[in-house]
């Protein structure tokens, strides 16, 4: 390690973890206050941004192996297409298959019913402890914290969402949920919580201190719960791809597995699963494959029991509305947040959504528009996130397009109301607007710096703004060939 | 109306297209591959531990690592334990084993995987809830690419089946590799 590496692990490792966004109910997230807070924390933000960029070069290196890439994301999407374009027919058969191989079905048209449903199974089985392993769409459900106010002791199994969930703070990402937290971080948690030795943040130390305090857990559960990637019509299977094998811990050793997921996680048949697992891991961790792929067709021969909920929970409402339909194409593998510039630099819990970065800008309002309506101004549309995704999701432009339904449904905020109120003025009058840029260039070279930089001009406050020229490319095109007839030189 | 019907006809609302038979999914084989080379490579690089095969006593790399571990289950003939379990353990019971050998139904080159189904298993924890895992694996059944594993029969055979890619690991703190998370800490596999 160089000195200068050394000097930014001591800082990183004294410096104070930045917190996500505030949460009041159903008021407007403001990420931008949270992404300030996240880049106050210097150290965290530049370790939060190179672990993710080194992600993204390491889904590069493993794309350039593979010749047939590009013909492999045509592919998916188009998979995820038809299979969208014909979801009742999948799912009914998935469904059929699975019940004929002995998995009990049911159907959740909300986070509450999916909850209710799940709890129900459980105390039908004298549930006592959970053992779980990382879904988002629990996550997106808040099922966790609906098993435990009935009493059920639940533990997340996957390391970093057991960091969160000992936090008391949710995921960051959705492949790596505590990312944006250093060792000495996690070790402060696992003092407070697993009993674990103060000040020893051997990161090593601190994963077999989860290993060793999850397995007594794992080993006495009454219930298991996984989510799942995929679901294949043909064989009524549930596929699961994880590295810790944890799920495959907490679906085996109960007796009981209940598997959570989303209708639109269906696809047709065992040739396409090839086709997603070869792009899931190498564009979320530029892994080839995760270490366990693994394959739940029924339950187990020694009375193991299979239960799989199907979860709607807006995901009907998106399929009808053709401008926002393709983001149910999905496979949540985090790429997008990987290569995004404001996602590194901002943190995930600064989006106050179970889904955060690009593709929780355009998920996010669908679920609650007023809550998240600051969300899709959160990207500066350069495309990056729609160039990695792996399923081809046109998550630019749907950020765009969410920005233009936002403001007529009047969701705009206050501050952006009045800059688009007054800019569209100047734009729609070609002589204000002539007049306007050089004023403004005039001004912008003599206003104080407190004038410019204010807290209306949303622009200013993240930017510094372009030197000036002497002056417009309009009067400079009038003075030299307009005036001069040499417009046709 | 039941809930399954309510979210059914919302979809069906929604989906106006006619329905076309998707094309199938091509095998994209590379032209002069060395199967077992890369298979070899990939399982390493996903830390998998190879055992080279000795001419004379072709388990000795397996028996070596036996050698000084206290309890031993193996479902194959071809190697002996000291830790006997059946289709009817509980699967909680396995949490002592120190080394389980098994054999996989096959393996796969691309991402260096090896396929353990419920039959291999006996008792599905039992690729898990040990410290350590000996996979042997015929030769002959290693294929290709992911399009070749997923067109293999098990998938329709079997309740549960699973590819594994090295032990298991974790980077969830500072991005630093750990092998042995939940699961397995090691992973060692021997072509017989």
């Not at chain 1, 060793?212 to 990637?229: S, V």
């Not at chain 1, 065992?270 to 190498?282: C, G, K, P």
């Amino acid at each position: 390690m160089s000195v200068n590496m050394n000097l930014n692990d001591d800082a990183l490792q004294h410096e104070t973890e930045p917190k996500g966004a505030i949460i009041n109910g159903n008021k407007p997230i403001d990420q931008l206050e949270a992404a300030n807070r996240f880049i106050l924390a210097q150290a965290h933000e530049k370790m939060h941004d190179n672990r993710l960029w080194d992600l993204r070069k390491k889904r590069d290196a493993q794309m350039h192996l593979i010749p047939e890439w590009e013909e492999l994301r045509q592919l998916a999407s188009d998979i995820k297409e038809h299979t969208l374009e014909h979801l009742a027919y999948y799912l009914e058969i998935f469904e059929k298959n699975a019940k004929a191989n002995g998995i009990h079905v049911y159907w959740a048209i909300d986070a509450e019913e999916c909850n209710a449903i799940a709890i129900k199974i459980m105390k039908d089985h004298k549930t006592r402890t959970l053992v779980k392993s990382k879904s988002m769409l629990g996550e997106e459900c808040g099922l966790r914290h609906a098993v435990e106010k009935e009493g059920i002791i639940v533990i997340e199994t996957d390391l970093g969402e057991r960091i969160q969930q000992l936090d008391n703070e949710d995921p960051s990402h959705v492949v790596v949920p505590a990312v944006h937290k250093s060792r000495t971080d996690v070790s402060r948690v696992f003092t407070k919580t697993l009993n674990a030795q103060a000040g020893n943040n051997d990161i090593h130390y601190l994963a077999e201190t989860q290993r060793e305090t999850n397995r007594p857990y794992i080993l006495k559960a009454e219930a298991g719960m996984t989510g799942g990637n995929f679901l294949v019509a043909e064989t009524g299977a549930v596929v699961v791809c994880t590295n810790e094998g944890n799920a495959d811990l907490s679906a085996n050793t109960p007796k009981l597995h209940i598997v959570t997921v989303g209708i639109e996680k269906v696809i047709p048949k065992l040739e396409h699963l090839a086709v997603f697992i070869r792009l899931l891991s190498r564009s979320a961790l530029g892994s080839p494959i995760t270490q366990y792929t693994s394959y739940f067709r029924g339950p187990r021969q020694q009375g193991g029991e299979m239960h799989v909920i199907l979860v709607d929970n807006t995901r009907s409402t998106r399929l009808a509305d053709k401008q926002f339909k393709a983001g149910l194409k999905c496979i949540r593998c985090g790429a997008c947040m990987n290569t995004c510039p404001v996602f590194r630099r901002s943190g995930g819990l600064s989006y106050g959504s179970t889904y955060a970065g690009p593709i929780g800008l355009i998920l996010s309002p669908g679920y609650n528009k007023h809550k998240f309506r600051n969300l899709p101004f959160a990207s500066t549309l350069n495309g990056s996130c729609a160039n990695v995704c792996p399923v081809k999701i046109n998550i630019h432009e749907q950020i765009f397009t969410w920005r233009v339904v936002l403001a007529e449904k009047g969701e705009l905020s206050f501050t952006k109301r009045v800059m688009m109120q007054a800019a569209g003025k100047i734009l729609a009058h070609p002589s204000l607007y002539r007049a306007a840029i050089s004023n403004a260039d005039r001004a912008l070279k003599y206003l104080p710096h407190f004038l410019v930089y204010n807290n209306l001009n949303t622009w200013g406050r993240q930017r510094d703004l372009p030197f000036t020229p002497k002056e417009t490319f309009h009067s400079w095109y009038e003075r030299n060939y307009m005036k001069k007839g040499k417009v046709h030189e | 109306m039941s809930n399954r019907d309510l979210i059914l006809n919302r979809i069906r609302h929604a989906c106006t297209v006619e329905y076309v038979e998707l094309s199938s999914v091509p095998f994209f084989h590379q032209k002069n591959l060395d199967i077992l080379d890369k298979f070899k490579k990939v399982f390493t690089e996903m830390g998998g531990e190879w055992l080279d095969k000795d001419l004379k006593n072709p388990l000795k790399a397996v028996n070596d690592k036996l050698a000084s571990a206290k309890n031993i289950c193996s479902v194959v003939s071809e190697v002996k334990g000291n830790y006997e379990i059946t289709s009817q353990s509980s699967p909680n019971s396995l949490h002592d084993i120190d080394f389980a050998v098994v054999r996989a139904s096959f393996g796969v080159a691309e991402t260096g995987s090896i396929c353990l189904t419920e039959k291999d298993l006996v008792v599905n924890t039992l690729g898990y809830l040990p410290q350590h895992l000996i996979v042997l694996l015929d030769p002959k059944e290693i294929v290709e690419n992911l399009h070749d594993a997923y067109a293999r029969p098990e998938w329709k055979i079997y309740h549960y089946a699973a590819l594994h890619s090295g032990p298991s690991a974790t980077a969830d703190i500072e991005g630093v590799l750990i092998r042995g998370a939940q699961g397995v800490r090691s992973l060692s596999l021997l072509l017989f």
